[in-house]
Every structure is written in C-alpha cells, then in structure tokens.
C-alpha cells in the first residue's frame, strides 16, 4: 500500500513517517526543509503542484500533516496562514478524490475551541475532509509530546529537549491544564485504521490525566538531572469533553501519564534510532 505524508518533515509528520516507512511504501513531500533527500518538494496552496504530485505518485492514501501548528504563526502573517491551513486542505482533498485516494488528517483538540484563527480552520479543515469520497479519518491530538526526527521545529516538547541538550534552566506554563498527547500515538491509529478498514470516523486522541506543562517539563528533564521554572501564561483553555473511547479500543500503549513519561525518556536516551535516512 502506498502512503503520502504531506508535511513528511514537521514535527508531526516525521514522527508518522518513521513510523511508518517500514511497514508501508511511504513517500513523504516537504516545502522547504527536507529532512531526507527522498521526500518530495510541495507545496499544497498549489492546486497544480498538488494535482501533478498526486496523480504522479497515485497513493492510496494522503496524510495531511501540512499546517501552521498554532495561532501565533499567524501573527502579521494572516494571508500565508490562511492559504496554507484553509485553501492547502482544499487542495489536498479534491486533489485526492480526483485520483480515489482517502484522507487522514491532523486535527486538532483546538477545533472544539474556534475562538481563534488557528480553531476555526482546524474546524473548517474536518469539514472539507469529510468530503473525500473514498474515506476519511480525522485525528483529534490535544498538545503532542514524545520524539520525532524533527528535534529543530518550535514545538513544546522540542522546547523540552532544547534545555535538556543546552542543559538550561527554561521557564514553563503552570496555568493550562491539558490532557497531553503521545504522538507516537497517530501513527498507531494510522495503522489500525488501515488493518481493520476504520473509515470515515473523528478520533480524539488524549491521556485522561490533567497536566500541566511545567509538570511535563519538570517530569521529562528531572529525569536528567534539569531543572525548571515556572512561569504563569494565563492560558485558560478548557478541558476537552470528546469522547476517547474508540481510542481506548485500540489498547495502545501508553495508556497513562506516567507510562508516557517513561516511555519518552527512553526515547529520549535513544535518540539515535529516530534517525531518518538521508
């Protein structure tokens, strides 16, 4: 079965990637920094580029990794946002029903929150993805942790393993309680999906436990010996009602906090195998 990974070289997407390239003919596209000299350049607010790419290549499924991962990214920086998180999608799907391909895509938990650009988007995205004709699966993160290929993209936990790395004192919300998210996680579902023909369904992906981002950084970096601090962002996002029992079904380790936490310090500690080929 062949597989797209669109967005192969974020934070996200490499982690799928890797995940996955072993067990499935997997082909991954970036649009300007390719983690390995395979992946393809593309650029999905392209309807031409993403048509060419996809009737060249015929997957049988596309996962649409490729999105602008918060809302402070369209800070003076609207219009691109909205290409790339509205119209990229656009594209994305139609191009895939013009060659019979499903689509998964990368959701996520701030859709049930559209009180901002990013939340309305995502929102907006699951709806034009359920308009794949041949199937769809919208996966529904909340904030993701847990290691990738992608150690450089400013996202939270690469924040984390930037003071363990630089072995620095970093400063760490104590305000927003979340239920984390395994990343390693998407592409079990993926999987699952795929072996038992789960098709056309939202999955909302969480551990039940409220946390907090200090609590994740403190709980990561104390294993080796880094301290952190604690600083007060005033984030008041609520905690998400979705139900996480179709997720729950699957039995996918880890299956709480704690066994979160150990598994990504031994991923942290093996960070050599995380490697993609160059």
């Not at 499935?24 to 580029?49: A, E």
């Not at 992608?150 to 970093?170: E, H, V, W, Y």
């Not at 395994?182 to 789960?198: C, E, F, M, R, T």
């Not at 969480?206 to 950084?217: G, K, N, P, R, S």
Request: hydrophobic share 40%.
């Amino acid at each position: 079965m062949k597989i797209l990974i669109i967005g192969a070289s974020s934070y996200v997407g490499a982690r799928i990637y890797f995940d996955l390239k072993d067990k499935y003919d997997v082909v991954g596209t970036y649009n300007s920094n390719p983690l390995s000299s395979s992946f393809i350049k593309l650029d999905i607010t392209s309807k031409g580029d993403t048509d060419r790419i996809l009737k060249e290549l015929r997957p049988e499924i596309v996962i649409h990794v490729a999105n602008y991962p918060s809302p402070r990214s369209a800070v003076g920086n609207e219009d691109n946002f909205i290409k790339l998180n509205d119209m990229g999608t656009v594209n994305v799907v139609n191009s895939a029903n013009e060659i019979g391909a499903k689509v998964v895509f990368i959701s996520s938990q701030a859709a049930n929150n559209a009180n901002n650009i990013y939340g309305k988007l995502k929102a907006k995205s699951e709806e034009l993805v359920k308009k794949t004709k041949a199937g769809y699966l919208i996966i529904r993160p909340s904030l993701m942790i847990g290691f990738s290929p992608n150690t450089t993209n400013p996202r939270p936990f690469n924040r984390i393993l930037k003071c363990l790395d630089a072995t620095t004192i970093g400063e760490f919300d104590t305000t927003w309680k979340l239920q984390p998210t395994y990343v390693g996680h998407l592409s079990q579902i993926i999987d699952k999906a795929i072996g038992n023909s789960i098709w056309n369904r939202s999955i909302p992906v969480f551990i039940d436990e409220l946390v907090t981002q200090y609590q994740i950084a403190q709980d990561l970096l104390g294993e080796f010996g880094i301290k952190v601090a604690k600083v007060d962002q005033h984030i008041n996002i609520p905690p998400s009602k979705d139900d996480t029992s179709l997720f729950k079904s699957f039995n996918l380790p880890p299956y709480t906090y704690a066994e979160m936490i150990n598994l990504i310090v031994r991923e942290i500690k093996e960070r050599g195998k995380f490697k993609l080929d160059i």
